[in-house]
């Protein structure tokens, strides 16, 4: 008896099956999906079963030396996916299949000793009318069993004599036991809540995608609602439909952490069977999480880009909340996009997607204008509220007028008045740190990361930050050239931001929120938890509060600077600066006070901002999408990225150009015209060096899929025969990040 073992190195060179005998004491063990330990390369590591067969005649086979884990820890169905990531991403099938598996490996269970409820007692617990205190105990120990004595009482809010008493009627036990590590503490039931009346719009958003569910079809609905206009309830109704006809839900969400609101919303709605998975939990916490999914506890599963792969055993719905967010692509292999995936695995599967945005992405609108998806729209806010007025302040006039602060006039009038009436305001910025460029004022130069090719941030600790490489330096007293002290700090971010607003609104209590301040893990739920419950009066942060947050005593929202994303060099600049400006202006005006949004910028004529001011999606979509035809950029053609690096930067220069050489003989022409491969570069990235990798890249772009997927092939080939160990290769389908 032979096995296929997919050895778990995730290197090109090794992405085959090895044959390894299965010895006689352990055939009773090894199945397809096994997690096996083989000698391999005078080591032993660990390898996945993914086949039986007789190998070709070999003079020797090797036996597996152990089974690690008592049963298979994938099935067919989670291998066939692994294959199709695999094949369509162009990565190592190892790496495809531990994202699909997940966290079984890195967490176990956590054994406690404390109380925990009596089984013969959980489904039908005693009258406790004459004993609110005991009953707050019981159902504290409902939803946190294996508390101790003191914890138990505590988290009930009662004496230690209630829980005492408990114990003395047999309701509690002390034993050993599992304990789950929740990331979120729930009532073992959802509250009660009667769910909202539906608009008109909800009402036959909800209908088509029930009917879709009812019927058992795979179909994509694009969900198409401006903000506040009530995309989170047709979810939970539709899951709510989904669960009805025993299937279960997938629900991916752009950044977990920052969705707070949601997941308050998920469990209010359907308690325990809601399962949270992201990457800022524990291990133990999201083995805890994985398991419940894997062991059928948990029905819904709410979560970033790789909660996809939860192990559901029948998903019907899957629903991708704000999927124009670029986060859906991962930037480690495996690169996929969870949108693409979660299409692939619904059709695999026969199951609903709902895509839902207030910008959708150029690519789903125009798949819905073309009829590949469903298109659904909510063209209101819920009780009919007006969208926030939008004014755009030309930064440029204001500097002429005198005006070198960081604010206009307008905003600060702006703010000054929602903090006179007592409202809450936010501002935004998408850079973090206190000044963006440290710089000579006497030579010019800019002080700039020994280690990438990017300018290092001064932040208010002192000290400048790279914020590719976390490089760090104290701030100069003179300059390292020319000995000159005239050392000027120019740009602004968040921490500048916050300086400024606290020296020009001395009463107003300020928050901030950024990588800076959320590192610690929970602190950005305390963050937003104190701004909603009027804590403070002004939040200023980065993306990260430009979506998921519906605070009602919100009625301005300022962004510092429209220009930040502007002007990067990537083609899909103009639609991030839309897509972001008119999320973040959807944080104003959501509850029954109205609001308003003030945009500064040094480009008010430009059609993003424009169409920001006008609340005007499918004007900006009609203008993106002449430039895109004309170019032949998504979705008029699909893109791949080759990308070279190391630490010699003539080595890196002349492997690319082998690449790119290679690829024009492919092609078979110099010019390969609108039906084949056109490349862009080979070039020096835009961020030419990251910890002290020098960087080059080709783009490879097609409208058509096959001759693309096979030229990205015969690439990748070719970097197999040509690349030294120093050197690394990244190959990216679809790329989000041309940096």
Known sequence: MYAEVLVELPARQVDRAFHYLVPAQLKDQVAVGSRVQVP????????????????????????????????????????????????????????????????????????????????????????????????????????????????????????????????????????????????????????????????????????????????????????????????TEVYCRSIAQ??????????????????????????????????????????????????????????????????????????????????????????????????????????????????????????SFYAAGEGSYRLLRLDERIDKRPLPDVRVVDMREELRRGNKGLFSRTLLLAVQRTLARGEQAILFLNRRGFSTIVVCRECGLVLKCPHCDVSLTYHTNGRMLCHYCRYTAPAPAFCPD????????????????????????????????????????GSHREILAAFRQKEADILIGTQMIAKG??????????????????????????????????QVAGRAGRGELGGQAIIQTYQPEHYAVRAAREHDYEGFYRQEMEYRRSLRYPPFSRLCRFLLSGTRAAEVEGAINVLYSRLKEFAGQEDAGQEGIQFLGPAPAPVSRIKDYYRWHLVLKSPREDALRAAAAAGLAACDHFTSGRLRVIIDMEPLNLM
């Open 40 to 231: 391999f390369r005078r080591q032993k590591l660990p390898g996945y079963v993914i086949g039986f067969s007789s190998p070709p005649q070999l003079d020797q086979v090797k036996e597996i030396s152990a089974v690690l884990d008592k049963g298979p820890v994938f099935d067919a169905r989670q291998l066939a996916f692994a294959r199709w990531l695999a094949g369509y991403y162009l990565c190592p099938l190892v790496s495809a299949l531990q994202a699909v598996i997940g966290p079984r490996f890195s967490g176990a269970p956590r054994r406690v000793r404390g109380l925990w409820p009596a089984d013969a007692h959980v489904q039908n617990p005693p009258d406790f009318s004459r004993a609110p205190a005991q009953e707050k105990a019981w159902r504290a120990a409902l939803a946190r069993p294996g508390l101790s004595r003191r914890a138990l009482a505590a988290a009930a809010g009662v004496s230690a004599a209630a829980v005492d008493a408990l114990a003395a009627k047999g309701l509690l036990l002390v034993r050993e036991g599992v304990k789950t590590r929740s990331p979120y503490q729930v009532e073992t039931r959802e509250r009660q809540l009667a769910p909202p009346p539906l608009t008109c719009e909800q009402e036959k958003a909800v209908e088509e995608i029930c009917a879709a569910l009812q019927a058992a079809e795979h179909r994509v609905f694009l969900l198409y609602g401006v903000t506040g206009s009530g995309k």
């Open 242 to 363: 989904a669960l009805a006809l025993g299937r279960r839900a997938i629900v991916l969400v752009p950044e977990i952490a920052l969705t707070a609101q949601m997941i308050e919303t998920f469990l209010s709605r359907f308690g325990r069977r809601v399962a949270v998975l992201h990457s800022r939990l524990s291990d133990g916490e999201r083995y805890d999480e994985w398991m419940r999914v894997a062991q059928g506890e948990a029905s819904v599963v709410l979560g970033a880009r790789s909660a996809l792969f939860a192990p559901l055993d029948d998903p019907g719905l899957i629903i991708i909340d704000e999927e124009h967010e670029f986060s859906y692509k991962q930037e480690e292999t495996p690169r996929y996009h969870a949108r693409t995936a979660a299409l692939h695995l619904a059709r695999e599967r026969g199951a609903v997607v709902v895509l839902g945005s207030a910008t959708p992405s150029l690519e």
């Open 482 to 521: 020319c000995r000159s002290r005239q050392i000027g700090y120019f740009g602004a971010g968040t921490q500048k931001v916050e300086q400024e607003v606290k020296r020009l609104f001395a009463g107003a209590r300020v928050l901030r929120l950024d990588s800076d301040t959320a590192a610690r893990k």
């Open 549 to 582: 947050l519906d605070i009602p005593s919100v009625t301005l929202v300022g962004v510092v600077n429209a220009d930040t994303s502007l002007h990067m060099p990537d083609f899909r600049a103009a639609e991030r600066t839309f897509q972001l400006l008119a």
